[in-house]
């Protein structure tokens, strides 16, 4: 695999780009005579046994986080209707930023410990959180056990389960990549409809105890099978070299554009369904189209990058998506287009979490890309904690007196436009530095 910047033209950089991708350059010639050993072959069975559990992990974890919009309407329309959609948005925005941000600190701790160990953390604290949050009796004390220490546990699953299939697959990564994220898209809809009906018929304090108990089995199951294909490098890499990057800065500036924007339709769209007369069970199904979309669209994702490119796949899937929220939202208020912008939005948005390992693993190598990953997750966490609690207080100072998603509309559709743009910088970087790349390379 070729060296991260190998084929940059240092007259097209600045002194600044310059400087970075020598310290990278640096880093991993000094670390050439302590290359990674290879304890088991790539591609071997086992490495489709990796998939299978991380699926399994990230149809618990995202699952849990994705079917949150079930929750949300709840929190909103029954158990808290008194309070602000800010205030209560602190719950699920803990819970991503805790996850996305964590990563940072799960890449180190894997090196360490392993990545079963750390797994297997990471279920322990999510269904210790999960216990907790079933006897608060404040929104606090929600935000600290089911935002906070579960996003914290999560973090623990979530990192491991995305880099570890990259790490077991070469011929096939894509596709591997994308089976394995697709168990979040297929943990939504299972969790969606579980955390329904349960809510409907032991309430929402049970429901939580359930969903604890049901992450211990399966969660804690999987874990037990992860470990390292090879072993861990002498000297590591520089964390600081990699964020200084133009090409992980761009990834980053996309990241946080997708999570500042990405669950305006998660957390709202039900809502807007029991606006124009819809049931509640109607309303919290668009999450579940929503999920079913985005378990076929992170698989599809696989194959859209292979066709287009992966820079070029996901482009297009998030000026789509921009539309999309604009339009329906906006301008069309009918279950009908509801439910197709259901569908359609869960699957191209889904690109992202498919996409980005494979762009990242390009540009900086199996060795790196776990490093690379905390750090563009650690940009995705600082959307969540500005997006979240934003999106709240935009929908309760210009919509909710009114009964409308206007200005919610608005800013999914910015949001989401700019990330399709930081990936067409990133595209223009790598044409730069690269004469043997053009505007309509397959990148």
């Not at 470990?227 to 490098?233: D, G």
């Not at 996901?314 to 009918?334: E, G, N, T």
């Not at 904690?385 to 935009?394: E, K």
């Amino acid at each position: 695999m070729e060296k991260c910047g190998h084929q940059d033209a240092p007259s097209a950089m600045t002194n600044s780009a310059l400087h970075t991708e020598a310290a990278l350059e640096d880093q991993l010639e000094k670390n050439s005579a302590h290359l990674p050993v290879e304890l088991t072959p790539a591609d071997s069975g086992y490495a489709w046994v990796i998939v299978i559990c991380a699926a399994f992990n990230l149809m618990c974890t995202l699952g849990v986080v994705n079917s949150f919009g079930v929750f949300s309407t709840y929190y909103i329309n029954y158990i808290y209707p008194s309070v602000s959609a800010a205030s209560i948005a602190w719950v699920g925005t803990t819970m991503s930023l805790f996850m996305l941000g964590g990563a940072i600190a799960t890449g180190p701790l894997t090196d360490r410990f392993g990545f079963r160990l750390v797994s297997l953390a990471g279920t322990v604290i999510c269904c210790v959180a999960l216990l907790l949050a079933s006897f608060t009796s404040a929104l606090w004390q929600l935000v600290l056990t089911q935002g906070i220490m579960f996003g914290i546990g999560a973090a623990c699953i979530f990192s491991p389960s995305v880099s570890l299939p990259a790490q077991w697959h070469e011929k096939r990564r894509p596709l591997a990549t994308g089976i394995a994220v697709a168990g979040s898209g297929a943990g939504g809809m299972i969790f969606t409809v579980a955390t329904q009906n349960m809510m409907d018929t032991i309430g929402h304090k049970w429901t939580l105890r359930a969903l604890a108990l049901i992450l211990l089995c399966v969660s804690g199951t999987a874990g037990m099978f992860y470990k390292r294909r090879v072993s861990v490098p002498r000297g590591g890499i520089s964390l600081g070299a990699i964020a200084r990057n133009p090409r992980l800065i761009a990834v980053g500036m996309a990241g946080f554009m997708v999570n500042v924007s990405y669950f305006v339709p998660w957390f709202y769209l039900p809502t807007a369904a029991l606006k124009i007369g819809q049931t509640k069970q109607a309303a919290n199904n668009l999450i579940l189209y929503m999920n079913a979309g985005s378990t076929v669209g992170r698989i599809l994702a696989a194959y859209a990058a292979m066709l287009l490119g992966p820079i070029n796949s996901i482009a297009i899937a998030y000026v789509i998506c921009s539309v999309l929220v604009l339009v329906v939202m906006l301008a069309v208020k009918s279950m009908t287009a509801y439910i197709i912008l259901a569908v359609i939005y869960g699957g191209l948005s889904a690109s992202f979490i498919s996409i980005t390992p494979l762009v990242l693993t390009n540009i900086f190598g199996t060795q790196a890309v776990t490093t690379a990953m905390g750090i563009m997750n650690m940009w995705c966490a600082i959307g969540v904690l500005i997006g979240n609690p934003s999106q709240g207080a935009i929908y309760q100072r210009f919509d909710r007196p009114h009964n409308e998603f206007t200005a919610m509309s608005i800013w999914g559709f910015t949001g989401l436009l700019l990330a399709a743009c930081s990936y067409l910088l990133l595209k223009a970087i790598i044409i730069r530095n690269s004469p043997r790349q053009h505007l309509w390379s397959k990148l």
